[in-house]
């Protein structure tokens, strides 16, 4: 038998009103700290870039010098900023359903502060494994939040090919719960290739071990106000490459800070003059 579906109450006299799917994107998001939004890509695009994360992180272990010097540092089976390599990256971190939250969430200014690829092979350790907020080491509450993290799902997300593990409202939490609340409360996250996982960047989470037999990959964004640094110099990884107003915006540029005080300054008296 199911839950009752009857909606009454009483002593109520503020409550929120359904408007729309974005608006209830940010609800959950508010109170819950997650949300799962439907695929709005074609099947053929996530194919893609699923072919494209294998190759980007086969690229960067070249670059490195093979992935033993990953596994060294514990970042294998990441790919880093894949969007420097190709720009089927860019397009996926400017989904405009994906723009909308963030501008209902973050708005009026959003950038990208972090794009990593998760590949999950199965039996295979991986630092994501491990319970953390996206905005590492914090541990303070906001009325606000003050980052979203998006994760593409490129391949099935559930419990045996390891779904995303989230601790509901742990965003609201200063310290990470006991482990009796963890094991009581924790909830995976299912989703289908090409949906988004939404969460608020200060939400307890972890990736799910995959028992399946296919390899989960996942890509995740962080994306912030510009008052947090980024991880990585996207305006310089992207220069010449990016297209448009709200491109050069997302990813940063112009938000890069002053070489001096006198050059900000400057700045903004040139600006007057255009
Ligand atoms: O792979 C996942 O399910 C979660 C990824 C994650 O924890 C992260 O990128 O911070």
Redesign the pocket.
């Known amino acids: 038998m199911g839950l009752d579906q009857n909606i009454v109450v009483h002593g109520v006299r503020e409550r929120t009103p359904y408007t729309s799917p974005a608006e209830f994107v940010r609800e959950n998001l508010r109170l819950r700290g997650f949300a799962v939004i439907r695929s709005s890509f074609a099947p053929e695009f996530i194919e893609e870039i699923s072919t494209a994360i294998d190759s980007t992180y086969d690229a960067q272990c070249k670059l490195h010098g093979g992935e033993a010097n990953l596994v060294k540092i514990s970042d294998a089976h990441i790919v880093r900023a894949p969007c420097s390599l190709d720009d089927r990256f860019i397009a996926v971190a400017m989904d405009p359903v994906l723009q909308e939250i963030c501008e209902l969430v973050l708005g009026p200014y959003w950038i990208l502060q972090n794009q990593?690829a998760?590949i999950?092979i199965p039996g295979t350790d991986h630092y994501?494994f491990t319970w953390?907020r996206?905005l590492n080491y914090q541990h303070w509450t906001s009325s606000r939040s003050l980052g979203l993290?998006a994760?593409l799902c490129v391949d099935p997300?559930n419990e045996v090919t390891?779904?995303?593990?989230v601790l509901p409202g742990s965003q609201h939490s200063e310290a990470f719960p006991s482990d009796r609340y963890v094991l009581e409360n924790q909830v995976v996250v299912c989703a289908a290739p090409g949906d988004w996982?939404v969460f608020d960047s200060m939400l307890f989470?972890?990736?799910?071990q995959n028992s399946s037999k296919i390899t989960r990959r996942?890509i995740?964004h962080i994306i912030v106000p510009p008052i947090i640094r980024q991880q990585y110099s996207f305006p310089n990884m992207l220069a010449g490459r990016l297209k448009s107003d709200a491109e050069r915006r997302f990813f940063g540029v112009g938000q890069e800070p002053s070489p001096s005080a006198d050059e900000w300054r400057q700045s903004r008296i040139d600006a007057l003059n255009v």
């Open positions: 990593n998760v999950n994501q953390h996206d993290s994760l997300f390891g779904g995303t593990y996982i989470h972890r990736t799910g996942g995740n």
